[in-house]
């Protein structure tokens, strides 16, 4: 039975939190991924930037529905969403639209256990972590391959 070791990329692109948004727009476009690790300068993984990340800076920006009450204003919604989206508006690094919250997966998980995890968390590629270190990246379409063979 096969492993994420076994088909995960190991030559990994990763970015940092200063690279620029053009610098991210590139790597997507010149490498046909559409997720790529962030890492700290000692390669330390911080979180995961995705092409939705980067295509969500494009959107409408939601504005919450509040409730004026005297002299008070009670927002409906979190003011943090609205000031998430502002942020990722105007954009200008990977810091400002990176994903922190890290779902990663060990290398040596079946391909159904990282199957269920994409699914479950709605994400097309998860990060290869042994021992806290990065060492590859495994994506759908890896476990699509592995149906051809």
């Known amino acids: 039975m096969k492993t994420v070791a076994d088909i995960m990329t190991k ?13 991210l727009a590139e790597l997507f476009v010149n490498h046909r991924v559409s997720s790529l ?7 330390k993984l911080e979180g995961i930037v995705t092409e939705s990340d ?10 919450p529905t509040v409730i004026s009450l005297f002299d008070w204003v009670i927002y409906l919604e979190s003011e943090k969403t609205l000031e998430k989206e502002l942020k990722k508006m105007g954009a200008r690094t990977v810091a400002d639209i990176y994903q922190a919250e890290i779902i990663s997966i060990p290398p040596n998980a079946s391909l159904s ?9 709605h994400t097309n590629s998860l990060p290869v ?10 994506a759908r379409i890896d476990i699509i391959r592995t149906l051809l063979t």
Not at 129 to 138: D, H, M, Y
């Open 54 to 63: 980067l295509v969500e800076q494009s959107k409408n920006v939601h504005l």
């Open 11 to 23: 030559e990994l692109i990763t970015v940092s939190k200063e690279t620029t948004i053009r610098e």
């Open 37 to 43: 690790p962030v890492v700290d300068t000692n390669g």
């Open 129 to 138: 972590v042994e021992s806290g270190e990065l060492v590859g990246i495994v």
């Open 113 to 121: 256990e990282a199957a269920d995890m994409m699914s479950g968390h």
